[in-house]
């Protein structure tokens, strides 16, 4: 039929058949676009660089400390003073806080005066018993002589030893009362709360006049004052018993916090649980704690922050790479072709992360692939032009 014979037709049929040939005509000029304009990519250049392999905590880990110290007195008693606040820095043997002890003082006070009765009482006894150890020793010259007889040189030598016994139990009481002295102390040290280390004071459960009780034990109370050492901070992650296999002590690690957005800090293994957790309704994990390194003063880290652990357990370095996003299903990338032609190429990959894959084989150093794979119309076969990619990091 010719577009001259379109006038025979009824006017209805007329109608479709011009449609029709418009459609037919759009559709060919489309396609003519289509081929004639490419499609703008961004392209990716083929480099080398470091590949590292990781694995991360399964749930949100959890910041400590080091050293934490929830403590009560070794006694009970009523507490009469309190001489630290919530948050306030304390050093190592300061006093947090002390119960009612002035029966105790007393006893101390009681033992420090005996010790003077003693004291005294020796130099009385014992400087008699010299006296008494000289005469003796007279009246052995003068039994010699014949001036006594032996009945008093005997008198003599009993009075002696007897007033040297009684010196050396006067010593004996020395001994006693300072004895009693250590005895009272340790009973005031039982009522006294000293800091084990330097630290800053996080809770206090206890008031002045209100009574302080020792846990005993297999019996969990609440401690009196909970210290921490918050110049030595890790953090508690469980990892998954499949990676677990992987984890050495002393591994780099990179910790990321909740809340301190847009920044890691550094850390290192310091111990891998020796055991697998079987939690119900949870996957079975190990637990891993990772130290922070050379934290700032400034960096004020609290102990309970959630954080998130990524152990780096493989690195190589100067490697041939490729971004992971330029990867499509079975290792295949985009490759920018002759003529800005796209191909497909199939790679062999070795180490690989969230960020960068290891290629082994199937690209050389230099070549470009296409990294925007989500824009429309990207496959292979399609002519493109290269847009600017933005600098790999």
Same mark, same amino acid.
């Given at each position: ?53 990781? #694995?991360?905590? =399964? *749930?949100?880990?959890? +910041?400590?400390?080091?050293?934490? %110290?929830?403590?009560?007195? &070794?006694?009970?008693? @009523? ?37 003077? #009765?003693?004291? =005294? *009482?020796?130099?009385? +006894?014992?400087?008699?018993?010299? %006296?008494?150890?000289?005469? &003796?020793?007279?009246? @052995? ?253």
């Amino acid at each position: 039929m010719t577009f001259p014979q379109l006038g025979k037709l009824p006017s209805k049929f007329r109608k479709l058949a011009i449609l029709g040939i418009v459609v037919i005509v759009a559709v060919i000029a489309v396609g003519f676009l289509a081929r004639s304009k490419p499609i703008a990519v961004v392209l990716q250049a083929v480099e080398r660089g470091t590949v590292e392999a990781s #694995v991360s905590n =399964t *749930r949100a880990g959890t +910041v400590n400390a080091c050293r934490r %110290a929830k403590m009560s007195p &070794a006694a009970g008693g @009523q507490i009469s003073k309190l001489r630290v606040k919530k948050g306030e820095r304390v050093k190592k043997g300061e006093v947090l806080l002390e119960l009612w002890n002035n029966d105790l003082h007393a006893q101390e006070s009681l033992a420090q005066e005996q010790l003077k #009765v003693a004291l =005294t *009482r020796v130099e009385e +006894v014992c400087t008699m018993a010299d %006296a008494a150890r000289r005469d &003796a020793e007279r009246s @052995q010259e003068l039994r010699d002589k014949g001036f006594i007889s032996a009945q008093q040189l005997d008198r003599a030598l009993t009075d002696a030893s007897a007033r040297q016994s009684a010196c050396a139990s006067a010593k004996g009481d020395i001994e006693q009362s300072k004895s009693r002295i250590a005895l009272a102390r340790a009973g005031l040290d039982r009522m006294v709360l000293r800091a084990p280390f330097d630290g800053v004071v996080a809770d206090i459960s206890g008031e002045l006049g209100e009574y302080a009780t020792p846990s005993p034990p297999g019996i969990a109370t609440i401690p009196a004052i909970d210290l921490i050492d918050d110049s030595c901070l890790y953090v508690s992650a469980p990892i998954d018993e499949v990676d677990a296999a992987k984890l050495k002590v002393g591994q780099f690690s990179r910790i990321t916090l909740d809340a301190i957005k847009g920044r890691s800090f550094s850390g290192k293994v310091r111990r891998i649980a020796p055991y697998v957790l079987d939690l119900e309704k949870q996957a079975r994990t190990v637990e891993v704690e990772v130290e922070f390194d050379k934290l700032a003063q400034n960096d004020n880290l609290l102990v309970g922050y959630s954080a998130d652990v990524e152990i780096v357990y493989d690195v190589r370095k100067q490697v041939l790479r490729v971004p992971a996003q330029t990867l499509m299903e079975g290792n295949r990338v985009l490759l920018f072709g002759n003529k800005g032609v796209l191909e497909e190429r199939k790679l062999t990959t070795g180490l690989s992360n969230w960020e960068y894959a290891e290629v082994t084989s199937g690209l050389v150093e230099g070549e470009r692939i296409v990294s925007s794979l989500d824009r429309a119309g990207v496959k292979a076969g399609v002519r493109v032009v290269p847009e600017e990619a933005k600098p790999a990091q």
